[in-house]
């Protein structure tokens, strides 16, 4: 592990419990400042601008949870056709309600028409995560976040 990534995983483990449930014995989850997405598979989520669309066509595992993760993630035009030539510009695992992402940086592959398997996207632990995918395709630019809360 090189130095940055052992400094972020000690930040990690310092500012965070890995306890899974709130102290009344509730979800991770519960009183989150992000509300979290209820797993489909073809989930679908608009980039903020609307020039592109993201669907989470599939997740190992399904529902995304804590540990290493694998997404595929179908980019589509604004008219909701495969975005072929389409490339992954920004992938950000992040914990809102704690302020961190993952030591770990996921990986991208595109396959054609505008297929991403996203590998290594590690959630590190219980409670709220989004997930922001930025794509560009065609000189366009979009992003959208996928938010899942995972349990311990």
Not at 36 to 54: D, S
Request: glycine share 14%; proline share 9%.
């Amino acid at each position: 592990m090189n130095a940055p990534s052992l400094a972020v995983a000690l930040l990690l483990l310092a500012g965070c419990s890995n306890e899974t449930e709130g102290p009344s014995g509730d979800s991770p989850c519960d009183g989150s400042s992000v509300a979290p997405m209820t797993y489909v598979v073809g989930l679908e989520a608009r980039g903020g601008t609307g020039a592109l669309g993201f669907t989470l066509e599939d997740a190992l595992p399904a529902p995304p949870g804590r540990g290493t993760n694998r997404w595929e993630v179908q980019v589509r035009t604004s008219a909701g056709e495969p975005a072929t030539g389409a490339s992954i510009t920004k992938l950000r695992p992040w914990m809102p309600d704690h302020g961190h992402g993952s030591a770990t940086k996921p990986t991208t592959t595109m396959g054609p028409e505008g297929l991403a398997t996203i590998d290594a996207l590690e959630l590190v632990m219980p409670g709220v995560w989004t997930v922001t995918v930025a794509a560009e395709h065609e000189g366009v630019a979009d992003e959208a976040t996928f938010a899942f809360c995972t349990d311990g």
